[in-house]
């Protein structure tokens, strides 16, 4: 149904409503306190030269430059900027502007379309004078990886692919503070987590921006093009609707309102249910980078890092080395030297490991009585699911944004989440399921649905909970891998009544 009153000219208030900040209603001006249908709708991108970058007075370049050279935007029109570096090594890459004004209290959204290049990620940050609000995409899935201090619980965020690469990422965020010197930061990374990439040539380009819009507003709006000051678009509402009235006629709403009005989707209440979830970076590099292992084949070299690992969790490693001679590095943790992967010519390597007891970290030549001679380019080790929101038993793992099962187990293992549902509640969940074989069930305390059965697909189901906890169970020798994974209270949606 219409919220009360949509129909009529005006609402009595109670009186001691002055003004109301709503695009649908405005101040009627009647002695009781009344409000009445708005026509228009307002919003205003503060954010100057907003598909300019170049402009050195709104914008700000830290060990970045962006030249007159412009490229493919989202809109096809030859519009947008390249970021690139200014400076080599291990520093903050980025642009910014200043001078921009929030109230506390107030929504926000800032949105920026975006597309990779040498580095992947990105990372929209606002600081109100004491608090940063921050967001960081994946460029290549448009995932947003890490959040920090958003709208809600799950720190809003949102992500509309486009075509040619383009992401348009935004971030939500209740400003706490007043201020008229926020600043805009778009910070180009090489991960998820590294503020300072490693540039090695100076002069390439990072990631390409276009079209940077702060709007007063829950959620990105259509794109507004600034050049030197903010602009403000007005939409007349123009009463073409037979549900919902601005024009003060007669309103016979439908019984069957088609498509007006919005459905809202609840939350998917699985945490980690994209399995992209990896920790900040835990190495010291400097103990590798630019290291170098040769020798005659006579004796084993290695290079040894204390204090990495902790037992029983599982962890990403990234290695880039050239193989100038000899079989190779091998990369060990010291739980008996435990292997963890080998190089046997130059390029990046990336493996996943469940650590032992021993908590170092080894890199050594794989052994072979000729000469060896290698350089380690760089090392990175980041915790998988940092936060344990899976519980995995033997033979489950998360690897490349996928939940695993290898097959490895004798008898049933799960990888579960607890406290998650309410028993007797319905649930809708959809799981994508990327490879299967032999027996795997999603369950809480009884068998919900088979897995395996559905095949290879997005599928999508309802059950009722018959337990708190809901987990993934593979029976001996069962191999899985999936992608995905929501589950949100039942709602009935359109396409359901």
């Not at 520093?91 to 040498?118: E, F, M, R």
């Not at 990105?220 to 600034?226: C, D, G, L, N, P």
């Not at 033979?395 to 406290?419: H, M, P, R, V, Y």
């Not at 399921?433 to 395996?452: C, F, H, M, N, P």
Request: glycine letters at 10%; a negative charge.
């Amino acid at each position: 149904m219409p919220r009360q009153g949509l129909g009529q000219i005006n609402v009595a208030a109670p009186e001691n409503i002055v003004a109301i900040d709503d695009v649908l209603w405005e101040d009627f001006g009647g002695s009781g306190g009344e409000i009445a249908v708005n026509y228009q709708e307002t919003r205003t991108n503060v954010v100057l030269h907003s598909q300019d970058t170049t402009d050195a007075e709104a914008w700000t370049k830290t060990n970045t430059a962006i030249d007159s050279t412009l490229y493919e935007a989202p809109d096809n029109s030859t519009t947008a900027n390249a970021i690139k570096s200014n400076s080599t090594g291990e520093k903050s890459y980025n642009i910014i502007q200043s001078n921009l004004s929030v109230t506390a209290g107030k929504t926000y959204t800032a949105s920026v379309h975006l597309k990779k290049d040498a580095l992947g990620f990105a990372k929209l940050r606002f600081n109100d004078g004491t608090i940063n609000y921050s967001a960081t995409f994946n460029l290549t899935t448009g995932a947003n990886v890490q959040a920090g201090n958003l709208i809600g619980t799950t720190n809003k965020t949102s992500t509309d692919t486009m075509d040619d690469g383009w992401f348009r990422c935004s971030m939500t965020f209740q400003a706490q503070n007043t201020t008229s010197s926020g600043f805009l930061r778009v910070s180009p990374q090489a991960d998820a987590s590294t503020a300072n990439p490693n540039i090695a040539v100076s002069g390439i380009v990072l990631i390409y921006v276009w079209g940077f819009q702060l709007e007063e507003s829950i959620e990105a709006t259509s794109y507004i093009v600034t050049t030197t000051e903010a602009r403000t678009r007005t939409t007349t509402l123009n009463d073409t609707s037979d549900v919902w009235d601005f024009d003060s006629a007669n309103l016979m709403p439908e019984a069957d309102p088609d498509s007006e009005g919005v459905w809202e989707v609840p939350a998917n209440i699985v945490l980690n249910g994209d399995y992209e979830e990896l920790g900040s970076e835990i190495i010291n590099n400097g103990i590798f980078a630019g290291a170098t292992i040769s020798g005659d084949g006579s004796s084993f070299v290695s290079i040894t890092q204390s204090g990495v690992f902790t037992n029983g969790k599982q962890y990403k490693v990234t290695v880039d080395v050239t193989i100038n001679s000899g079989l190779g590095l091998k990369f060990q943790d010291g739980a008996n030297n435990e292997n963890i992967g080998f190089a046997t010519t130059s390029g990046s390597y990336t493996f996943y490991f469940t650590a032992g007891s021993n908590a170092s970290f080894i890199i050594g030549r794989r052994t072979g009585g000729t000469p060896f001679d290698s350089l380690i380019n760089s090392v990175s080790i980041k915790q998988v699911d940092p936060n344990d929101r899976w519980s995995l038993g033997t033979s489950w793992s998360i690897e490349d944004g996928k939940l695993k099962n290898d097959g490895t187990n004798t008898g049933f293992q799960s990888a579960q989440q607890n406290n998650v549902t309410v028993v007797g509640d319905t649930y809708e969940t959809t799981v994508t399921i990327e490879a299967t074989s032999g027996a795997v069930e999603l369950k809480g305390s009884g068998v919900y649905t088979r897995i395996d059965t559905l095949g290879v697909g997005t599928h999508t189901f309802t059950f009722v909970a018959d337990s708190t906890n809901i987990r993934f169970t593979a029976a001996a020798s069962a191999t899985i891998t999936l992608d995905n994974f929501t589950l949100r209270e039942y709602a009935i949606q359109p396409q359901d009544v």
